[in-house]
């Protein structure tokens, strides 16, 4: 997401020439904390069975034995948007580097699976990539399984994410066990925190989790064989404000504005558009399939829920009236759900909904927002899952900071937090259906009599617990807590005040418990 301002590109420009020109004096090094002695002493050691192993560890040398592939690389994004440039260098865009990869298990013992595995590791990310402490990837040679993750389930890929400016190091993490509690016959990510270190030097606390990808242990949708150009495949999608950078991708019409939960109108111009295509694609036509199936549907729940006209597919997947019984009178509102329901799985977007309620991220209209459709032998509905990238999430952010009232189903702020009238079209369209309603209230009981809120805190306090060393050698590397300005002052007030990952954790907690609080008020009976 585009979180800096045009002056702040031109002052990273000018500090950038300044760096060139005096690359030499003190005053320019200390600008760039990449010059600075590594005040952490165990940062250069090669002997890891003295390595404090609360957390397990991954250690990964690289071909050529230097840190550039994770230091250097900014994406795209970055780059478009006139954050390219590191000191006075252009930067590289994220690239693969062999590296041989080790795990050590919180014992301290080498699994012995995965000792000096062959495969690759790059930077991965949109905006996250011009952080210092980035986002990574591993791709392994071959499928490895990783900390029992995911029932021991054996993958190639696998991301380590950095949670830079979440300095509780715990907001995915929550959000992904919530969604565990609250949608497990949807996929979500397993995770597990870790230490890293990369040529011998540490690096830092990362999450480990899955790669959001296609595969019958991950997201379960038809994979299509090599060079297979039919369109009765699965189609892995993403809202993406970032698709004009991606290979396959489309747009949809939202044809006119939405209303949302206060009434407010969300003009058309203020939806994201843009759609990726995570999975594979072999051929121009499956992208013209999926454009026109998925702009069909749309319009399809548009003129269901706005003018009361029903439609569903027909073998060809072309829209068609829906017929009602002559024998049944239905409602409106029953007719509605009657039609959306042949096309989206309710439930899944329900779960979605609420989570994405709970969670108020500032990215919510913008990216990393997925769902799925199977046109193949496992055939189903549009299906919302795989929630991801939640680190400006959960009160951290400006957005929605004192954890009260709606959020995903109202019309919010930009990511800048600058300008309001955005929301996510797919929570909005149905935010009025009184079916929409009664069945996000009959979850919401669900989840308040399973007791999900004493859950999330109780694993906020047992890992702050834990691996309060792991946090402090993390900071001690990376210098950033406290320190709004490392995370382009992104952070609210509260967030930023924090000085340890222990009292950023404490804050998470009380924003959840207010937050929880606030939705009983508006959804229990």
């Not at 989790?209 to 993403?238: A, F, H, M």
């Not at 919510?364 to 509905?381: C, H, P, Q, V």
Request: proline fraction near 2%; glycine fraction near 4%.
């Amino acid at each position: 997401m585009i979180k800096k301002t045009y002056k702040l590109n031109l002052l990273n420009f000018v500090l950038a020439l300044l760096c060139v020109n005096l690359l030499t004096s003190t005053s320019c090094s200390n600008l760039n904390s990449k010059n600075n002695t590594d005040p952490y002493t165990p940062t250069d050691t090669l002997d890891y069975s003295k390595i404090n192993h609360n957390l397990p560890v991954i250690k990964i040398i690289s071909e050529t034995g230097k840190n550039d592939f994770v230091e250097k690389p900014k994406s795209k994004v970055t780059q478009n948007n006139g954050w390219g440039w590191d000191w006075g260098e252009q930067a590289p865009e994220p690239y693969y580097e062999k590296c041989k990869i080790t795990l050590y298990k919180e014992d301290g013992e080498i699994d012995s699976k995965v000792n000096e595995v062959d495969g690759q590791v790059k930077v991965r990310g949109n905006w996250t990539t011009s952080y210092d402490k980035k986002p990574l990837r591993i791709k392994f040679d071959e499928k490895q399984s990783m900390l029992g993750l995911n029932n021991s389930e054996k993958f190639k890929s696998w991301v380590l994410t950095a949670s830079y400016k979440d300095w509780s190091f715990l907001r995915d993490a929550t959000t992904f066990y919530m969604s565990h509690l609250i949608a497990p016959d949807y996929y979500t990510t397993d995770y597990h925190l870790v230490d890293v270190y990369i040529n011998n030097k540490y690096w830092g606390v990362y999450l480990l989790v899955e790669q959001q990808q296609t595969n019958k242990n991950r997201i379960n949708i038809s994979e299509p064989k090599d060079n297979y150009t039919g369109t009765d495949i699965g189609y892995l999608l993403e809202l993406d404000n970032y698709s004009q950078y991606e290979d396959y991708k489309f747009d949809i019409d939202y044809l006119h504005h939405l209303d949302d939960k206060n009434g407010e109108r969300i003009e058309v111009h203020n939806l994201t558009k843009g759609y990726t295509i995570k999975s594979d694609i072999y051929d121009n036509a499956q992208v013209d399939f999926i454009k026109t199936y998925m702009n069909n549907l749309w319009k399809i729940c548009y003129e269901a829920v706005y003018n009361k006209k029903y439609s569903e597919f027909d073998e060809n997947y072309s829209p068609v009236e829906m017929k009602f019984s002559d024998d049944v009178s239905l409602s409106d509102d029953e007719k509605i759900l009657a039609c959306v329901s042949k096309i989206i799985d309710i439930d899944s977007l329900v779960n979605t909904y609420i989570l994405n309620e709970v969670c108020c991220d500032a990215d919510i209209y913008w990216s990393s927002f997925y769902m799925d459709l199977d046109f193949g032998k496992n055939t189903k509905r549009l299906t919302f899952e795989a929630p991801w990238d939640f680190d400006s999430a959960l009160g951290n952010k400006k957005h929605c900071a004192d954890a009260q009232g709606l959020f995903a189903g109202v019309s919010g702020y930009d990511v800048n937090y600058q300008n309001k009238g955005y929301a996510n079209p797919w929570f909005i369209i149905f935010i009025n259906c009184d079916w929409f309603q009664q069945k996000v209230k009959a979850k919401w009981q669900q989840i308040h009599n399973d007791d999900v809120l004493s859950k999330l805190t109780a694993q906020i306090d047992e890992v702050s617990t834990k691996y309060t060393t792991n946090f402090a050698n993390n900071y001690k590397r990376w210098n950033n807590i406290g320190n709004n300005g490392s995370v382009g002052n992104e952070l609210n007030n509260k967030a930023a005040a924090c000085k340890t990952q222990k009292e950023a954790a404490d804050y998470l907690k009380d924003w959840l418990i207010k937050r929880f609080a606030a939705l009983d008020g508006l959804w229990l009976e």
